[in-house]
């Protein structure tokens, strides 16, 4: 990181004298290390999610019960889920939020410091005892990222508080996190840009904000409840007592659609950033990406119960829920149609951000018809709880929120280290990725066509040369990220010097900063025209 | 420029911060209370849509004006123990046909063989969904906890009639029974074990 320091902040004097050391990132209030910290945090969860990937891979190589037990099979897809949504997706946009959100919008820092400190460093101990609990006797959590009750309360093993307390502190460290980002937003930004110049990115996260301060209280409640019907005996999710489980998917979805949003809304703003910069011509459509992201955030919040076509509602019922899902394919197809429209007759340049940006719009697209085919209730009876949804979830999650972090870490990495990665390095690591991460979702398409049921460490014979093949890719991508830390590393510790400007093509108050940024950026505001 | 945004001195800007933080918190502290405020939401709605094939748990008046014989409607009985509960339960009869508006007593059979003092609670539910509203039960076991002794059988009762407004597209009616074992949350079996 840099020390450069040119003037004095006036809202946080304490850093003219910075520490040094470990002191620095446990007591730093810097938007910038605070967004390095989360960063670092998001791709180590990566890599740990990465490895219980790997292992549910390896088991599932061939059929029949070779490397783990089954229970030990279903902890892994619980905590790799958890960890990927929680741990490696959420604190990267956090991050990236953190790092560019004070200088998009000209501001010295984010609006509450010591909150943004706090809120980073109680991830870690979140994700220890959620880990910790794999060591433990009984082993840790098992019924799935989703904890449907009955399996998290009547029929969990003794982890369950562990999980409980880990998902209430990340809830805690995104609210927080979110409640920065909307503060910052509304009161930081430099004069004279309003509402509808801010930049795309800082849109998204805006609204992003706004939907995890809605949505994380309902998920702190429904593991709330789990705890007490678990340890205390109420009856929330207890069919005996009065209670229904039922209930719990209602509730859990509620949370849980809008947080499908929570992870892809800031992907959009952030190959929104990236085409203009590389087409070399301006966002198009830019109110009607405002809008279309305005819209899906608010339509995530009626189309919930498309998880449940199979628990028996009645057809009103699903077919108010199969339209509403399907009306989020109209903002959406706005947003891709105007990426297209960006690149028309530009100017384009395949720099490895923008690869990644490309095969975000093209393998974005997939995963979005496919969860169009998922919304159509008579068809998904048949997809329900298959390698269909899997293949789908991984589409818009891998190659969609996963692939535009990396088109924005390759994007920023010479503002944020001062130094030119190595391009030669990220096509490789783009090429790879690429090719394995279709091999390894793709074919899971096929194999939920044909039945085989997500969530089993075990499986019939005709799906066995399919899985084979999912899994070299699984492997191959996994190899792949680490790429990614070598290169990352290697730009870190030299390289070609960055200018302020990098991109030829790119725009934003960002580029008018030093390349490293200054520890201490827009310490006056800068004027907008 | 449409609008010319003051910079607000340090002061202002704190305040509006504090503000801002102050609204979202409350904010954060509404929604968690919507969480648990969905649970009699949920009850609440299907209660009134039936949505979710809940029948009433307390029991209901005959409020029929006669009999509607033009209509006759095959109630099915299911009946399963939950996961765990070493109990038998079985209908009398798998299916009883009715018209509109007459009333039909059902019995079912419940036997303890856990070989200790138990007490046991069926939980009911009816599909399609929608006709939940519509089958009214006068006197049902379900609406009581049922402590068997050891080996202990006994015949439970059940006492309905089905709305004679019950929608004509309805011609068959799956009454289903849960029985739970809730030994173990009944503190008065707890005394007397």
Known sequence: MTTATDTIDAHDEHHDHKMTGLKRWLYTTNHKDIGTLYLWFSFIMLLTGGAMAMVIRAELFQPGLQIIEPDFFNQMTTVHGLIMVFGAIMPAFTGLA?????????????????????SFWILPFAFGILLSSLFMEGGGPNFGWTFYAPLSTTYSNGSTAFFVFAVHIMGISSIMGAINIVVTIMNLRAPGMTYMKMP????????????LIAVMPVLAGTVTMVLTDTYFGTDFFNAAGGGDPVMFQHIFWFFGHPEVYIMILPAFGIVSTIIPAFARKKLFGYSSMVYATSSIAFLSFIVWAHHMFTTGMPLAGELFFMYCTMLIAVPTGVKVFNWVATMWKGSMTFETPMLFSLAFVILFTIGGFSGLMLAMTPVDFQYHDTYFVVAHFHYVLVTGSLFSIYAAAYYWLPKWTGHMYSEKLGRFHFWCSLISVNLLFFPMHFLGL?????????????FADFNKWVSIGGFAFGLSQLIFLVLVIKCIRGGEKAPAKPWDGAEGLEWEVDSPAPYHTFSTPPEIK | MDKDKVQPTDENLDKQVKKGVTKLVLTVFAMFAFGFALVPLYDVFCDITGLNGKTADTAATYNADGIDTSRTIKVQFISRTAQGAAWQFKPEMNSIEVHPGEMKFVKFYAKNETGLHGVAQAVPSVSPGLAANYFQKIECFCFNQQPLQASEGAWLPLQFYVDPDLPEEFTEITLSYTLYDITASTPSSQESD
């Open chain 1, 450 to 462: 044909a039945g085989m049921p997500r969530r089993i460490p075990d499986y019939a014979l005709q």
């Open chain 1, 200 to 211: 795309l990115f800082v849109w998204t996260f805006f609204i992003t904000a706004y939907l």
């Open chain 1, 98 to 118: 953190n790092w560019m959100l004070p200088m998009m919008i000209g501001a010295p820092d984010m609006a509450l410091p010591r909150l943004n400190n706090w």
